[in-house]
């Protein structure tokens, strides 16, 4: 039997089938496309949101959680097209985050695009990132994210030093 999916049978899953964020920490609700290097997620503001300003808008600062969301989806699809699960990964950072503009409005419909730079077999990958509203760049930034081997031992690691 074969697990593969194909491209179109990865777009149509839903997004809680593809990265592990639930209930108000999932901000992406989608996959519009997908390929090996690049990966366009969409994402609404909601104005009632955890995250809304008086005015209902989303801080740009939430900007670069979008991005991670997006990646992970990436990182998934791409375990997922080969039968397939991601392993848990963690975003390191970035050298510079760039909003264009202070807050994405309420209601906004945004589209998040990631492109791979860098995949090592250790881990370690990093993503040019950017953020739309229509025709508008709304925010930019290149990401360092890594995937250790043993996820557990990474994470007991960190609060052990």
Known sequence: MNDTLTIDELLQQP???????RGTMLLINGVNTFSEET???RATVHADA??????GAMPAWIGIELMAQTIAAHVALLAMRGGGRARPGVLLGSRSYKALQPSFAGGAQLLVHATELLRSEEGHGAYECTIQDGDV??????IKV???ADFQSFIEGSFSS
């Not at 955890?50 to 005015?55: F, L, P, R, V």
């Not at 760049?137 to 290149?142: G, L, N, P, R, S």
């Open 39 to 41: 990966l366009t997620a």
């Open 146 to 148: 890594f995937q250790p």
């Open 137 to 142: 760049c709304c925010a930019e930034a290149v």
């Open 15 to 21: 997004i809680e089938a593809i990265i592990p964020h």
């Open 50 to 55: 955890w995250y809304a300003d008086a005015q």
